[in-house]
């Protein structure tokens, strides 16, 4: 069962199975237009996890 935003954004990013990462990264990347500085700082800590994950 996927978890919800509301219950992800309690949680270290650390703490997000990849698929949540990949999911939330790709849907605010879709809205980057409408988000506001807070919804950016999450898609940079998002990124920031993934590129972590990476290396």
Request: charge should be negative; charged fraction near 30%.
């Amino acid at each position: 069962m996927r978890r919800d935003f509301t219950e992800l954004s309690m949680m270290s990013k650390t703490e997000w199975d990849d698929n949540e990462l990949m999911y939330f990264q790709h849907a605010l990347s879709q809205l980057l237009p409408y988000v506001n500085s807070e919804g950016l700082t999450i898609l940079h800590e998002i990124n920031d996890e993934m590129h972590s994950r990476k290396e």
